[in-house]
């Protein structure tokens, strides 16, 4: 499997593309009025405390307080292994309100929700993850060669002798590093520290003490793998900072990334911007003619598997087990490259063999083995339904790209015309009973009125026998199918 990482870069908006084998899998997009905030560090200060939620709010100087759980709250001193789920911790006796304390992001705004924060602070380099308020070494569960897993804790374990205090996992990336390289990463780190340190002691509430990379940058940090085999970026000055970047802390990886100074959008190249474009439809269509259907909703996401168009060519069973099982390949990849995340439930089209059933589950959990993002899995219940969770830490592509559409406030659906009509109907008896009007003037979309004026005229004659007063009509073009107004006249 070959890798590549695409970078366009515009002055306003930075977007990363990661593509296998010349399919987008991954998209990230930050813009400069809208920068994530996950792993960044603020000084905060509490300003409400809630007992019965086991939780406070703290001002970090966003547009909405953020939220931290007592369960995020570590005690100088002590092992946040030790208590961090600890039940019995009570939040009154670890925060109190107008308490200054500093505090990271570990999941962006989401919707009407605040950010979440922790204060057991982490920094991540290439290789480790530095943890000042822990003193031990652990391994990422990603590293499975137990020999590989030893030598790592071995070289940080010997190099940590000659630090002061804090702890190191080491990163999945860490995998077959040298030991000059993850000791470069450790010193990093612990001067990284020492200035976020000295300006956490004369920062104000409100204020950012450390702000993480940017898009960029952080990519290169996180996502370059064995696997990847170029990077190429189409701005130039983007470009310098990356490989500045890759000279300083990944030697011998520069090699791999390329300016692209093409006429042609490098996005357009890949066929990017089609693939954009897809991921925000309710549809998703398989090779074999199924399809599945996608729904964002405040509490989870559901995915419903269509057989389509697909006949199969044996039986019933064998043509459900063959869409089922590309739908579940097709999903794992559709939950990445929408960054669907929470609850997620999958209505597979029922199946009655159980080795088909365990099949399906499994070609679900070997594609989602790719994705950088915690996954949970439960068994096919019996009512054919599939319950995970994704682990979600920014916005959805969705919620980045769009918004709520105006005219049908997020429902999906309008009003039909005739409904509508029926609706002036009812208004036209009401004011007409109520206002002493010498005629009636219904203000509407040009369909509803269309519909009003046709199909709909006999009963219109009637109800104007029925008033006793004429009924005219305005034409509003601004007016969407639902709006409409009944004024007296």
Not at 21 to 35: D, H, W, Y
Not at 85 to 109: N, Y
Not at 162 to 169: L, V
Not at 240 to 245: A, C, D, K, N, W
Request: with cysteine; charged share 30%.
């Amino acid at each position: 499997m070959s890798e590549e990482i695409l970078i366009n870069v515009t002055p306003r908006e930075t977007r990363v593309a990661l593509v296998e084998n010349g399919v987008l899998q991954e998209i990230f997009i930050e813009r400069a009025a809208k920068r994530g905030l996950v792993g960044n560090i603020y000084r905060g200060k509490v300003c409400r405390v809630l007992p019965g939620m086991q939780a406070a709010f703290v001002d970090v100087g966003l547009e909405r307080a953020a939220f931290l759980h007592a369960s995020d709250v570590v005690q100088r001193g002590v092992d946040p292994g030790g208590h961090e789920h600890d039940s019995a911790t009570d939040i009154t006796r670890l925060l109190h309100e107008g308490q200054e304390i500093s505090v990271q992001v570990i999941k962006d705004p989401l919707g009407t929700k605040g950010a979440r924060l922790t204060t057991q602070i982490t920094i991540p380099s290439r290789y480790l993850v530095f943890i000042p308020e822990v003193g031990n070494v652990g391994i990422s569960q990603k590293i499975e060669d137990e020999t590989e897993r030893v030598r790592l804790r071995d070289v940080i374990s010997l190099f940590m002798s000659e630090q002061d205090s804090g702890g190191f996992i080491a990163r999945t990336a860490a995998e077959g590093a040298s030991a000059e390289a993850l000791r470069g990463d450790m010193m990093f780190l612990r001067k990284l520290w020492d200035a976020i340190s000295a300006s956490e002691a004369a920062a104000a509430p409100g204020s950012v003490i450390y702000e993480d990379l940017p898009l960029s940058i952080r990519v290169m940090r996180d996502l370059l793998g064995d696997q990847v085999e170029r990077v190429r970026i189409d701005s130039r000055e983007s470009y310098q900072r990356v490989q500045e970047f890759c000279n300083r802390f990944m030697p011998g990886l520069p090699a791999l990334v390329e300016y692209y100074p093409g006429e042609r959008p490098i996005f357009d190249i890949y066929g990017i911007e089609d693939e954009i474009h897809k991921a925000l439809e309710r549809k998703v269509q398989l090779k074999s003619g199924g399809y599945l259907i996608l729904d964002q909703t405040e509490a989870m996401t559901t995915a419903d598997v269509n057989t389509g168009g697909y006949v199969g060519h044996r039986n019933l069973e064998e043509t459900i087990f063959k869409t089922n099982l590309e739908a579940a390949q097709a999903l794992a990849r559709q939950l990445r490259l929408r960054n669907l995340g929470g609850i997620i439930i999958i209505d597979f089209i029922d199946m009655s063999d159980d080795e088909h059933k365990r099949q399906v589950l499994r070609a679900l959990e070997k594609c989602l083995d790719k994705d950088h993002a915690r996954t949970q899995i439960t068994e096919v219940s019996s009512l054919g339904l599939v319950e995970m969770t994704r682990k979600r830490t920014r916005e959805s592509l969705e919620h980045v790209l769009c918004e709520t559409c105006p005219t049908c406030s997020g429902r999906g659906t309008l009003k039909t015309p005739e409904t509508v009509c029926y609706e002036i109907f009812r208004e036209i008896l009401r004011e007409s009973r109520q206002f002493d009007a010498q005629q009636l003037l219904v203000l509407a979309s040009q369909e509803v009125v269309d519909l009003l004026l046709d199909e709909e005229s006999a009963s219109l004659a009637e109800l104007e026998a029925f008033i006793g007063k004429p009924i005219k009509f305005q034409v509003e073009a601004l007016y969407t199918q639902e709006q409409y107004d009944v004024v007296p006249l």
